[in-house]
């Protein structure tokens, strides 16, 4: 009896450990995903609104579209207006009321000003924002002291200063840094205890959300039905990828070898010699109708928070969007360089470091026990021949129960998609004087 009721106080113990960590990781994420510390630590339009804040959330998102093709959809948000670019499901559990966000520019919403209101909920919640600033195509600042129900301001006295900062910042590329901040103080103590405990957590999925939402708007995703495609197709897509893990030991003899002929699997590539004794060894080849100069840009700027890996981008890229476009601030790495870092901030057993280099012809990546080595062969046509190998050699330690099943289970259904979603990216990208056809050139 006394062990059994060790082993249920013990799997409590674990439970709420498991619990604690997890609602931590909650807060964290509700008050910092998607932003770099430098975001998190600049001062921000509208910041003076709210004064010593009871909580404070950044999120971020890199759009690939210039800023004039996101400001429209800020100009119309609001209840019963363009909405908040949440998912359906997410108006439909929380705010049944509401109407679909919006999927096209309206323009009798557009002529927002300074002192307008914008409406958070029906009429008779009182609710809503005050424009206090505006910059077009630069920033928006929305502030509220009615977030509350009016029964909490009546008999509790109860009150709230809140903003919402939106920034635009033009990147290169035609792109767009869109920062998201939220600034809150409340009382009496309890409320604002209360909504810190709830609302911050919750914003890690509203906040994203709502990024998410002005991001595949404003890329041009603008149709429902093509939308409900898309979505439709990467969850399928993300399936079909967890059922090539479940199966992957058992092809492992094929898919060390995918794409890849025999002499290229036999041939030496720079960086074998780095990792003696390797027991995991795939190398995968694919021809991609671009010269290399084409391919290699792609290759330089893989990992997070930089092109992604063109995979399972809710599997292997934190929810976000791989690139569609060449970074150029990723495109000057050499010798000794993190390179396709797996998180943000990197580290030397989650990221490799560029061992060797010559453009366009070979790279590879290096980190302890392992590398990761790519050779682009020019073929006639202007075509390449991309063959990647990667080399693991096994260290029996704790950690091992983890990264081995990953490798093992998940590297060739990624690996896989990734150069698929490489030569995707690399043919599409080809000039048209490289792209056309013999005699137009």
């Known amino acids: 009896m006394g062990t059994t009721r060790s082993r249920i106080r ?14 931590a990781a909650l807060q964290w994420l509700g008050r910092t995903s998607g932003s770099s510390r430098r975001e998190r630590r600049e001062l921000l339009p509208g910041d003076d609104l709210v004064d010593r804040p009871h909580f404070v959330t950044d999120h971020a998102v890199t759009i690939y579209a210039p800023p004039e093709a996101v400001w429209p959809w800020l100009l119309q948000m609001g209840w019963h207006r363009g909405g908040w670019y949440t998912s359906r499901w997410v108006d439909a559990l929380l705010f049944p009321a509401n109407q679909p966000a919006a999927e096209r520019i309206h323009p009798e919403w557009q002529g927002l000003v300074v002192g307008d209101t914008v409406p958070d909920g029906p009429p008779e919640s009182e609710c809503h924002f005050v424009v206090r600033e505006l910059e077009p195509c630069r920033h928006l600042v929305l502030h509220s002291s009615s977030h509350l129900p009016p029964e909490f301001r009546d008999r509790y006295g109860a009150w709230l200063s809140w903003s919402w ?134 290759i330089q700027q893989v990992g997070a928070r930089r092109g992604g890996f063109y995979s399972y981008d809710l599997l292997d890229n934190l929810g976000r969007h791989s690139s569609t476009v060449i970074l150029p601030e990723w495109q000057e790495l050499g010798i000794g360089d993190v390179a396709a870092p797996m998180v943000d901030p990197p580290t030397l057993t989650t990221s490799f470091t560029i061992a060797e280099i010559d453009a366009p012809r070979h790279l590879v990546w290096s980190k302890p026990d392992s590398t990761w080595a790519w050779t682009l062969e020019p073929l006639d046509g202007d075509r390449t021949r991309l063959v990647t190998r990667l080399k693991v050699r096994y260290r029996f330690r704790p950690d091992a129960v983890v990264s081995i099943p990953l490798i093992e289970f998940g590297d060739f259904a990624m690996m896989r998609r990734m150069l698929l979603g490489l030569r995707d990216r690399a043919e599409r990208s080809r000039s048209p004087q490289q792209s056309a056809p013999p005699g137009v050139r």
């Open 10 to 23: 013990g799997a409590a113990v674990v439970s709420g450990a498991a619990t604690a960590a997890a609602y």
């Open 165 to 298: 900062v939106f920034v635009l910042r033009e990147l290169e590329g035609g792109r767009t840094r869109f920062h998201f901040r939220t600034r809150g103080r409340l009382g009496p103590a309890w409320l604002s205890a209360g909504y810190s405990l709830v609302l911050v957590p919750a914003d890690f999925i509203m906040g994203r959300q709502m990024l998410g939402g002005v991001k595949r708007r404003a890329e041009g995703l603008a149709s429902p039905a093509l939308v409900d495609r898309g979505i439709a197709a990467r969850s399928a897509a993300t399936w079909g990828a967890l059922g090539l893990m479940l199966i992957s030991p058992i092809i492992r003899p094929l898919h060390l070898r995918w794409g890849a002929t025999s002499s290229e699997v036999e041939a030496t590539m720079p960086g074998d010699d780095l990792v003696p004794g390797a027991q995991f060894t795939a190398t995968r080849a694919i021809t991609i109708d671009a010269p290399p100069v084409d391919v290699w840009p792609w």
